[in-house]
């Protein structure tokens, strides 16, 4: 019997995670359609597959250009973004048992946000095009540091008063980031359009930047599947099962930002991805984090996919403003329908 239902719980992941996939994908194809010039989506998917070998499609240089040099950069940018910020998401309402947790109300993405502001307007590119996603780690990995030690109460890290500093240092940097817009100078106008979060200047060196590490962040993240899964039973639960509690939450903490700098380096500050997401995908698919990871991540990137499509529509408005449409009356929604227990 128990057998029966393992065997029924995978078959269900797996169908869940084929319809995923293949939605991302016309995604991609559809998305890339929109814009000032309508590309029709036979046309897209014979270049591509030109472009693979996987087929012969009349050349058309303007088109290729479109295509190859300017939307499927934007796209591919914006999945991984969205699978970023919708894992640390994740990580983090798991971890605090708080749907309303994100990276931005504990103050990891304001940190990524500070470091790489400071590479924009202070700092020499002393790294190059790296130096963005350097100064964006530093400052998400300094603003977790502030959080985790300011959090410590003999030893241990309450999760309720780890999500109250976080509130507090993410005041802080969002005042820093206003001080430094007002001293920004010639500097305000890059500045001020980065905050708001975009993907206008994307390419595929950002791309290729940006895979490694999140790819990467979200395969160690997703290794403490299990544990977040014990911990949501309860810390002494978890501890009597050998999970190190504390060890846990510091290296998912670092993890989370790590993924959120990998996010923000390029794209700015967008917010309410990693908190609505995951919350919709959990009441699709459940509270376990085995499948709602590998799901989170998917609906981000198809998420953040549209929200950029709309934007471009809409003449190139930032993506935050759209992602914020979203995001704030779903964050008051959670404010009034929350009760007691989490899951």
């Given at each position: 019997?128990?057998e029966?239902?393992?065997?029924?719980k995978?078959?269900?992941?797996?169908?869940?995670?084929?319809?995923?996939?293949?939605i991302?994908?016309l995604t991609?194809?559809?998305?890339t359609?929109?814009g000032p010039?309508?590309i029709?989506p036979?046309?897209?998917?014979?270049?591509?597959?030109s472009k693979?070998?996987?087929?012969?499609?009349p050349?058309?240089?303007?088109?290729?250009i479109?295509?190859?040099d300017?939307?499927l950069p934007?796209i591919?940018?914006?999945?991984?973004?969205?699978?970023?910020l919708a894992?640390?998401?994740t990580?983090?309402?798991?971890l605090?048992k708080?749907?309303?947790a994100?990276p931005?109300v504990?103050?990891i993405s304001?940190g990524?946000?500070?470091?790489?502001?400071?590479?924009i307007?202070v700092l020499?590119?002393?790294?190059?095009?790296y130096t963005?996603?350097?100064?964006?780690?530093?400052?998400?990995?300094?603003a977790?540091f502030?959080?985790?030690?300011?959090?410590?109460?003999?030893?241990?890290?309450?999760?309720?008063?780890?999500?109250?500093?976080?509130?507090?240092i993410?005041?802080?940097?969002?005042?820093?980031?206003?001080?430094m817009?007002?001293?920004?100078?010639?500097?305000?106008n890059r500045?001020?359009?980065?905050?708001m979060?975009g993907f206008?200047?994307?390419n595929?060196t950002?791309v290729?930047i940006t895979?490694?590490?999140?790819?990467?962040?979200?395969?160690?993240?997703?290794?403490?599947?299990?544990?977040?899964?014990?911990m949501?039973?309860g810390?002494e639960?978890?501890q009597?099962?050998?999970?190190?509690?504390e060890?846990?939450?510091?290296?998912?903490l670092?993890?989370?930002?790590?993924?959120t700098?990998?996010?923000?380096?390029?794209a700015?500050t967008?917010g309410?991805?990693?908190?609505?997401?995951?919350?919709?995908t959990?009441?699709?698919?459940g509270?376990?984090h085995?499948?709602?990871?590998p799901?989170s991540?998917?609906v981000?990137?198809?998420?953040?996919?549209?929200a950029?499509?709309?934007?471009?529509?809409?003449g190139e408005?930032?993506?935050?403003?759209i992602t914020?449409f979203f995001?704030a009356?779903f964050?008051?929604?959670?404010?009034r329908?929350?009760?007691?227990g989490?899951y």
């Amino acid at each position: 019997m128990r057998e029966a239902t393992h065997l029924r719980k995978f078959i269900q992941w797996k169908m869940i995670m084929v319809y995923l996939v293949a939605i991302l994908c016309l995604t991609v194809v559809l998305a890339t359609a929109i814009g000032p010039v309508y590309i029709s989506p036979h046309e897209i998917i014979a270049l591509i597959g030109s472009k693979l070998q996987l087929c012969e499609a009349p050349s058309s240089s303007v088109n290729d250009i479109i295509i190859f040099d300017i939307r499927l950069p934007r796209i591919f940018l914006g999945i991984l973004v969205g699978i970023a910020l919708a894992t640390a998401g994740t990580t983090l309402q798991g971890l605090f048992k708080n749907p309303m947790a994100d990276p931005y109300v504990i103050g990891i993405s304001s940190g990524a946000a500070v470091g790489a502001a400071l590479s924009i307007t202070v700092l020499p590119q002393f790294l190059a095009i790296y130096t963005t996603p350097f100064m964006a780690f530093l400052g998400a990995m300094f603003a977790t540091f502030l959080v985790y030690n300011l959090s410590k109460v003999g030893g241990r890290i309450p999760i309720d008063t780890l999500l109250l500093t976080g509130i507090a240092i993410n005041l802080f940097f969002s005042a820093f980031l206003s001080f430094m817009m007002y001293r920004a100078g010639h500097d305000l106008n890059r500045l001020f359009f980065w905050l708001m979060g975009g993907f206008w200047l994307a390419n595929w060196t950002q791309v290729e930047i940006t895979v490694l590490p999140v790819i990467v962040g979200f395969v160690l993240i997703y290794l403490f599947a299990k544990d977040l899964n014990a911990m949501l039973l309860g810390e002494e639960s978890a501890q009597t099962l050998g999970i190190n509690v504390e060890g846990v939450k510091r290296i998912l903490l670092v993890l989370a930002a790590f993924i959120t700098a990998a996010a923000v380096a390029f794209a700015g500050t967008i917010g309410f991805v990693g908190l609505i997401i995951p919350h919709i995908t959990r009441m699709l698919v459940g509270p376990d984090h085995r499948i709602l990871f590998p799901a989170s991540a998917l609906v981000g990137g198809i998420f953040l996919v549209w929200a950029d499509a709309l934007a471009r529509l809409m003449g190139e408005m930032p993506v935050g403003i759209i992602t914020a449409f979203f995001g704030a009356p779903f964050f008051i929604y959670l404010l009034r329908k929350r009760k007691t227990g989490y899951y």
